[in-house]
């Protein structure tokens, strides 16, 4: 079935440095994928959508300078987590809708927790 | 504003029961509904979804209800089996399919 790789899983950084997550969809094309955030026992929150060829679209209160999105291709999306600070340690996760027609269905990538010293 | 709340944070039951979970949502039309399962620190595994037309989806033993007009979904697991333990997520998204929603989830527990 179809895969949505993502890496890291895991990072740890120092304060004031970027990191960067990639997500890579492996048996089929994504003209979008979405990236998400999620704290311990919260539900997934909708960051921004990545537009390949254009750029992301990013939900209220989430600043694009802060998480740069960059969809090069058809299979690679990457969220930049840019000066991070503590309050930016989380689990960062992406998606892909199935390129099935109207199914809705969404492939998510392992997740990567970042956490910032 | 749209909200998804699925009642209960946690539900611990015997194995062999049936495991019910449900959704409720508010000022929101989807056009269809989904349920995804979520392991700790892994990213959530689709299981199904189900249409605003239709009334009720069964895979396996799993099984999902959906009453628009109660906004309500509920998420059946017949036969538990502590394998089944997880966190599962219910999910909305409109026609347009661009942007789903997600509930906080229901810990699952399924004590042998």
């Known amino acids: 079935g179809a895969v949505v790789s993502q890496h890291p899983s895991w990072v740890i950084c120092k304060s004031g440095t970027s990191v960067k997550i990639e997500c890579r969809s492996l048996?089929?094309?994504?003209?979008?994928m979405f990236w998400y955030r999620q704290f311990p026992k919260q539900s997934l929150m909708l960051m921004a959508t990545s537009n390949e060829g254009s750029k992301a679209t990013y939900e209220q209160g989430v600043e694009k300078d802060k998480f740069l999105i960059n969809h090069a291709s058809l299979t690679l999306s990457t969220l930049t987590v840019t000066s991070a600070h503590p309050e930016d340690s989380s689990f960062y996760i992406c998606?892909?809708?199935?390129?099935?027609?109207?199914?809705?269905?969404?492939?998510f990538g392992e997740g990567s927790r970042l956490t910032v010293l | 504003s749209q909200k998804i709340e699925q009642n209960s944070e946690a539900l611990n039951i015997q194995e062999g029961k049936t495991a019910t979970l449900t959704c409720n949502y508010t000022n929101y039309s989807p056009a269809y509904l989904q349920w995804y399962r979520q392991d700790p620190g892994r990213g959530p595994v689709f299981l199904l979804l189900i249409r605003e037309n239709e009334k009720e989806k069964r895979k396996e033993r799993l099984k999902v209800t959906f009453d628009t007009t109660l906004k309500q979904s509920l998420f059946h697991i017949t036969a538990s089996q502590p394998a089944d333990s997880a966190t599962y997520l219910c999910a909305l998204a409109g026609s347009s399919a661009s942007k789903i929603i997600f509930g906080s989830g229901t810990r699952l527990s399924i004590r042998p």
């Open positions: 048996d089929f094309q994504a003209t979008t």
């Open positions: 998606s892909a809708p199935s390129d099935r027609a109207n199914t809705g269905e969404l492939f």
